[in-house]
T-cell receptor, first 112, second 116 residues
Framework: AQSVTQPDIHITVSEGASLELRCNYS??????LFWYVQSPGQGLQLLLK??????LVQGIKGFEAEFKRSQSSFNLRKPSVHWSDAAEYFC??????????FGDGTTLTVKP | DAGVIQSPRHEVTEMGQEVTLRCKPI?????LFWYRQTMMRGLELLIY????????DSGMPEDRFSAKMPNASFSTLKIQPSEPRDSAVYFC??????????????FGPGTRLTVT
């Protein structure tokens, strides 16, 4: 069965510092991978997705993620974090009929 | 497009009352999902529909919960009777669900349910 692990429950970074959020997945076939962001009081919004091809994908708000099949990972990165990036981040893998398996989420706090 | 529409946005009710949450998916999407989010349990998939047919309801916590999708543009999640532990934010999401494809889900703004 498919699963997604986000090892870090909570991460704190200083504004302007770089960010990396980890995601590991388990899925037997070629994965379709996603990162979503949830700001307080809102629903989840897609940041970026990986289907095939270039393993480095660009998303909105300056985020990028790299797919590494050998490590079963899809880590999210941003070179310089802004205070508005404080939110909860979810990694997900797709299965049949559009169903996604989500990780437990990583809460990002940004220090001034 | 207006996105996924959920109503009401907030609901406060007393224990034992019936609660009905509503969702209008994005036009053209054929898969719809109901999630529940709490601090303790995180984001949980309750049920999902494909082409208006319930595919997996294994996440529905109890018989008190039921969901319907009478047509492609409307779904309801009902809790009867409601209990304080049902207090949570309930999200509806939709997508174009094709087996083997990788379309992202579009989430509604959620309904914050408080049962006193």
């Amino acid at each position: 069965a498919q699963s997604v692990t986000q090892p870090d429950i909570h991460i704190t970074v200083s504004e302007g510092a770089s960010l990396e959020l980890r995601c590991n997945y388990s899925y037997g076939a070629t994965p379709y991978l996603f990162w979503y962001v949830q700001s307080p009081g809102q629903g989840l919004q897609l940041l970026l997705k990986y289907f095939s091809g270039d393993t480095l994908v660009q998303g909105i708000k300056g985020f990028e993620a790299e797919f590494k099949r050998s490590q079963s990972s899809f880590n999210l990165r941003k070179p310089s974090v802004h205070w508005s990036d404080a939110a909860e981040y979810f990694c997900a893998v797709n299965t049949n009929a559009g169903k996604s398996t989500f990780g437990d989420g990583t809460t990002l706090t940004v220090k001034p | 497009d207006a996105g996924v529409i959920q109503s009401p946005r907030h609901e406060v009710t007393e224990m034992g009352q019936e609660v009905t949450l509503r969702c209008k998916p994005i036009s053209g999407h054929n898969s719809l999902f109901w999630y529940r989010q709490t601090m303790m349990r995180g984001l949980e998939l309750l049920i999902y529909f494909n082409n208006n047919v319930p595919i997996d309801d294994s996440g529905m916590p109890e018989d008190r919960f039921s969901a319907k999708m009478p047509n492609a543009s409307f779904s309801t999640l009902k809790i009867q009777p409601s209990e304080p532990r049902d207090s949570a934010v309930y999200f509806c999401a939709s997508t174009f669900g094709v087996s083997g494809a990788g379309y992202e889900q579009y989430f509604g703004p959620g309904t914050r349910l408080t049962v006193t």
